[in-house]
């Protein structure tokens, strides 16, 4: 599909400690191996259960946009983190990285860890 | 005339409460007040890796489906962890606790509310026998005891046996099966850390037919006596479903996404092939 993503070896690890202690069912789905970095704006942001979603518009390296279905933690865990649901909002813009699914759709999970505004601004309490 | 005799009635209720409250001594009964908490990861054994790494006693039976399990999850699969549909833990699972617990003591009862998909439980310390006739539910029908150990002049142990659950079950989300008989029998007991008071232990000791021993593991709840509560409603937003036999993911825009390499479309043998 071509998106412009740079694959994180090296902080390949660290994410799948992150992902796997959400544990609302097996994220087995997710590629917990090859994380990848998205730098998109938000379309929308669900704070829900049983996860909190990111609908993350991504622009591709053919000019096509997508919106990418992210799943992360629960506010029961976000709120924690010190999240709300106005956290974010539409428009704005992030860099995230996330564990994308094994299928190579356009959906995947993500922890607070490394998620990001796009200059740079930490979101939420997130450090 | 009416009007006063129903408010002759509920002021008689009201008394009748009021006395019932009072006949509860608190003081008898340890401070389990706030909010208890064990977090993610959730894994059944706390003590040891997930996974193959529980080393969990199954028998070669449910050895095999665990195996399978794990090969499907590696795959992108859920095995044999029903919860992503949002159908609850059930017991023991639900003391995984992956959203805090608060406990509320009462003479008869003791509630465990788990915030993590709003489960409910109801320990029955009034001295009753198994009810014959109950319908299964997946957290399964809780008698407990309460206990004086050390005879401190006040309980300090509830020692609590859960029977009649309902499946589909597993112990965490790595899958390790609980037998399909649903004759699972779960021993717990519950009590305070003599060291610090904001440590809850559960000793839990689960009997299934899938395993070939009893088997104990011990959760160590962490007090946060300012807690947030958030309201965990699984069917909210939950975009994991199950078709057929395998599992999908909706997309953003509410489309079927697949979860796996190269996983096929479900079957669509009730829909007219003329339908777009």
């Known amino acids: ?5 740079s694959a994180l070896w090296t902080s390949g690890m660290l994410l799948s400690t992150s992902i796997a202690a ?3 069912h097996s994220f087995a789905m997710f590629d917990q191996e090859n994380p990848i970095e998205l730098t998109g704006t938000v379309q929308e942001f669900k704070y829900t259960s049983p996860h909190s979603y990111i609908l993350l518009a991504v622009m591709g390296q053919d000019g096509t946009t997508v919106i990418w279905n992210l799943e992360g933690q629960a506010p ?11 956290t974010l909002k539409p428009g704005d813009e992030i860099i995230i990285t996330i564990h994308p699914l094994q299928s190579g759709a356009p959906g995947g999970a993500w922890n607070v860890i490394r998620a990001k505004f796009k200059d ?8 | 005339m009416r009007y006063r005799s129903s408010m ?21 009964y340890p401070d389990w007040t706030g909010q208890w908490r064990l977090g993610p990861p959730a894994k059944w054994d706390p003590t040891k890796p997930p996974g193959r790494g529980q080393q969990a006693p199954l028998t070669a039976e449910y050895h095999a489906i665990f195996e399978a399990n794990l090969a499907d999850q590696a795959a992108g ?12 833990d059930g017991m023991p699972r639900a003391m995984n606790v992956v959203f805090p617990m608060e406990i509320v003591i009462l003479p008869k009862t003791t509630y465990i509310m788990i915030e993590y998909l709003s489960m409910l439980r109801r320990i029955y310390t009034d001295g009753r026998d198994w009810p014959k006739g109950q319908e299964p539910s997946f957290m399964g029908y809780s008698i407990g005891n309460w206990i004086d150990e050390g005879g401190t002049g006040q309980y300090n142990l509830l020692e609590v046996e859960t029977r009649n659950m309902k499946g589909p079950r597993a112990f965490d989300p790595s899958g390790i ?39 104990t593991v011990t959760k160590n709840y962490r007090r946060d006596r300012n807690p947030i509560w958030i309201e965990s409603i699984c069917t909210e937003a939950n975009p994991h479903i199950r078709l057929g036999k395998e599992n999908y993911m909706l997309s953003a825009d509410g489309y079927l996404m697949p979860a796996k390499k190269n996983q096929q479309p479900p079957d669509l043998r009730y829909f007219s092939q003329s339908q777009k």
């Open chain 1, 1 to 5: 599909m071509g998106w412009k993503l």
């Open chain 1, 22 to 24: 959400m544990a609302h």
């Open chain 1, 76 to 86: 029961s865990l976000l709120a924690r983190d010190g999240w709300t649901s106005q």
């Open chain 1, 120 to 127: 740079g601004r930490p979101i939420g309490g997130n450090r």
């Open chain 2, 8 to 28: 002759a009635s509920l002021a008689l209720a009201l008394c009748i409460t009021t006395a019932s409250a009072n006949a509860f001594d608190e003081s008898k």
């Open chain 2, 77 to 88: 699969g859920q095995g044999t962890d029903p919860t992503y549909t949002c159908i609850p």
């Open chain 2, 177 to 215: 099966p609980l037998h399909s008989d649903n004759q699972t029998i779960v021993k717990e007991r519950i009590y305070l850390d003599k060291a610090n008071s904001d440590i809850l232990h559960d000793e839990i000791t689960t009997i299934d037919n899938a395993l070939t021993r009893p088997w």
